[in-house]
């Protein structure tokens, strides 16, 4: 054996390396890797130890450890490479059965269980058994019912569940190192499921990251105390209002991402409004229903935050078109969003985000946010487009690192002349114009080409055939400019070269 293989960091990355090699393997097939890692481990004792490590580090299910059992390996391997078989009507195991299962249940570091056809077979085990000391990440997919127990673990990091558990607190006192709570529930919660995860979350101490259906205030206060926590995501329905009563204004110190999946926005209105987000920089909801008068107060909450001076990422989405138009046409939603200086990205998709923008709006816009990279307006409800070229290119010297930009172009009425026109904004790679009607698609396509020279393609949407054709035309001919400026360049390079 080389000298260099008993050095033990040497010989811990040549067997990462071989971790690495992923096969596009059918599932219950016993990959390449695992094959490789079994062979080390039989080579020496040198060997033997790091990799066996890593070859029952990561476990999807238990059947590989079931496989342990001298009683169960002939029937979970009867078809060679494959372990896909079916437990019903098999005895639990015995005691020494038990010792056999654990033999290497010490070394897993990271489950999933997608099913639970055999949970049965640990029915013996006690109550107060960590089948997996040493485990850092969990992940059930399927309801555990009477078992979760037995995949909890003192060192555990990372837990996600497919529903509020009754036994979730257990999550909590057993693995008082959790970081990253995940609860994906498919349908609505009962209220009852819904008090238990709040009275489970505040048992939690060290949370970083948080997903889970929505969270009463008392929670919400408990999570304020955690130094740790960085993103919450709260997705699902809410029953029961939030108890504007018993409010205290709370600060989230270090909490830097907010999601909400909702159905309407009045959860997170109020979450905001009691609430200060000093560190924010992401913002995100998708809300079933969105009318006007919710989005002016959960955009005024938003300002009102302290998170203007950081908020960077903001996403507020919502397909539900049946809301009535807004009262007040004066108010521009967007015009709340000036203080933002700090802004990156922006996202509004929903019924009247776009109420008034013109060429002044979106100039003031882009004049408040110098860092904006991407800007996504999406008014479903927006009829006729107020956006000129002229307003557009004004807007884009104000936004140098602009690379993605959808709105809806006002591209019939053309006011300005390309050729007089030296001003070229290079950054900008996504144009997507949404249903813009057009009239000199060879106009356009020359604007796009002199002006937008990073532009290969313009996105148009899909509502008329006519718009559709006349998008078409326009990027046929942008492709034919572009070929023609690469042949003549190529002309030119090779005249010099004479």
């Given at each position: 054996?080389?000298?260099?293989?008993?050095?033990?960091?040497?010989?811990?990355?040549?067997?990462?390396?071989?971790?690495?090699?992923?096969?596009?393997?059918?599932?219950?097939?016993?990959?390449?890797?695992?094959?490789?890692?079994?062979?080390?481990?039989?080579?020496?004792?040198?060997?033997?130890?790091?990799?066996?490590?890593?070859?029952?580090?990561?476990?999807?299910?238990?059947?590989?450890?079931?496989?342990?059992?001298?009683?169960?390996?002939?029937?979970?391997?009867?078809?060679?490479?494959?372990?896909?078989?079916?437990?019903?009507?098999?005895?639990?195991?015995?005691?020494?059965?038990?010792?056999?299962?654990?033999?290497?249940?010490?070394?897993?570091?990271?489950?999933?269980?997608?099913?639970?056809?055999?949970?049965?077979?640990?029915?013996?085990?006690?109550?107060?058994?960590?089948?997996?000391?040493?485990?850092?990440?969990?992940?059930?997919?399927?309801?555990?019912?009477?078992?979760?127990?037995?995949?909890l673990s003192p060192t555990l990091r990372r837990c996600f569940l497919p529903l509020i558990?009754?036994?979730?607190?257990?999550?909590?006192?057993?693995?008082?190192?959790?970081?990253?709570?995940?609860?994906?529930?498919?349908?609505?919660?009962?209220?009852?499921?819904?008090?238990?995860?709040?009275?489970?979350?505040?048992?939690?101490?060290?949370?970083?990251?948080?997903?889970?259906?929505?969270?009463?205030?008392?929670?919400?206060?408990?999570?304020?105390?955690?130094?740790?926590?960085?993103?919450?995501?709260?997705?699902?329905?809410?029953?029961?209002?939030?108890?504007?009563?018993?409010?205290?204004?709370?600060?989230?110190?270090?909490?830097?991402?907010?999601?909400?999946?909702?159905?309407?926005?009045?959860?997170?209105?109020?979450?905001?409004?009691?609430?200060?987000?000093?560190?924010?920089?992401?913002?995100?909801?998708?809300?079933?229903?969105?009318?006007?008068?919710?989005?002016?107060?959960?955009?005024?909450?938003?300002?009102?935050?302290?998170?203007?001076?950081?908020?960077?990422?903001?996403?507020?989405?919502?397909?539900?078109?049946?809301?009535?138009?807004?009262?007040?046409?004066?108010?521009?939603?967007?015009?709340?969003?000036?203080?933002?200086?700090?802004?990156?990205?922006?996202?509004?998709?929903?019924?009247?985000?776009?109420?008034?923008?013109?060429?002044?709006?979106?100039?003031?816009?882009?004049?408040?946010?110098?860092?904006?990279?991407?800007?996504?307006?999406?008014?479903?409800?927006?009829?006729?487009?107020?956006?000129?070229?002229?307003?557009?290119?004004?807007?884009?010297?104000?936004?140098?690192?602009?690379?993605?930009?959808?709105?809806?172009?006002?591209?019939?009425?053309?006011?300005?002349?390309?050729?007089?026109?030296?001003?070229?904004?290079?950054?900008?790679?996504?144009?997507?114009?949404?249903?813009?009607?057009?009239?000199?698609?060879?106009?356009?396509?020359?604007?796009?080409?002199?002006?937008?020279?990073?532009?290969?393609?313009?996105?148009?949407?899909?509502?008329?055939?006519?718009?559709?054709?006349?998008?078409?035309?326009?990027?046929?001919?942008?492709?034919?400019?572009?070929?023609?400026?690469?042949?003549?360049?190529?002309?030119?390079?090779?005249?010099?070269?004479?």
């Amino acid at each position: 054996m080389h000298h260099a293989l008993l050095v033990s960091e040497v010989l811990l990355d040549i067997f990462a390396h071989v971790n690495t090699i992923l096969d596009p393997l059918s599932y219950g097939e016993i990959s390449l890797t695992r094959k490789s890692l079994a062979t080390l481990a039989t080579t020496c004792r040198t060997f033997y130890e790091p990799a066996m490590d890593l070859l029952w580090a990561d476990m999807h299910g238990i059947v590989p450890l079931l496989g342990c059992v001298t009683r169960l390996h002939p029937m979970i391997y009867h078809h060679g490479g494959k372990y896909t078989w079916y437990s019903e009507g098999i005895d639990p195991l015995c005691e020494h059965e038990v010792r056999q299962f654990l033999r290497h249940a010490h070394r897993v570091r990271s489950l999933q269980v997608p099913f639970d056809n055999h949970f049965h077979l640990l029915s013996v085990l006690p109550i107060k058994t960590f089948l997996f000391p040493k485990l850092l990440s969990l992940s059930m997919v399927l309801h555990p019912n009477g078992y979760l127990h037995l995949f909890l673990s003192p060192t555990l990091r990372r837990c996600f569940l497919p529903l509020i558990h009754p036994d979730l607190k257990l999550i909590a006192t057993c693995c008082p190192t959790l970081e990253d709570l995940t609860i994906k529930v498919p349908s609505q919660s009962t209220a009852d499921e819904l008090s238990l995860l709040s009275d489970s979350i505040r048992l939690c101490k060290r949370l970083v990251t948080l997903y889970c259906p929505p969270l009463d205030w008392a929670a919400w206060n408990h999570l304020s105390t955690l130094p740790t926590l960085l993103s919450v995501t709260i997705c699902g329905e809410v029953y029961c209002p939030l108890d504007t009563d018993n409010f205290v204004f709370t600060r989230f110190l270090n909490i830097t991402t907010l999601s909400f999946h909702v159905t309407t926005a009045s959860y997170v209105i109020a979450i905001m409004r009691n609430s200060a987000f000093p560190s924010l920089k992401e913002f995100k909801m998708i809300a079933r229903i969105l009318p006007w008068e919710d989005a002016e107060q959960l955009f005024d909450a938003l300002s009102r935050c302290t998170t203007c001076q950081t908020l960077q990422h903001v996403d507020i989405l919502s397909r539900d078109q049946r809301v009535p138009e807004p009262s007040d046409n004066s108010l521009t939603l967007i015009a709340q969003f000036f203080g933002f200086t700090q802004l990156r990205t922006l996202q509004l998709a929903f019924p009247h985000c776009c109420t008034r923008l013109d060429n002044h709006l979106l100039l003031k816009a882009m004049s408040s946010w110098p860092h904006i990279r991407s800007l996504k307006l999406e008014d479903p409800h927006l009829r006729s487009a107020t956006i000129t070229f002229c307003g557009l290119f004004a807007a884009l010297r104000q936004s140098p690192h602009l690379h993605t930009l959808h709105i809806l172009m006002d591209a019939l009425n053309i006011d300005i002349e390309p050729q007089t026109e030296s001003f070229q904004h290079t950054s900008l790679q996504t144009l997507d114009v949404r249903s813009s009607h057009i009239a000199d698609r060879e106009a356009v396509a020359h604007i796009i080409f002199s002006m937008l020279p990073s532009v290969e393609s313009v996105i148009y949407g899909s509502s008329g055939h006519h718009i559709r054709y006349a998008w078409q035309e326009v990027n046929r001919r942008l492709q034919s400019l572009k070929s023609s400026a690469v042949l003549g360049r190529r002309i030119t390079g090779v005249a010099a070269g004479c």
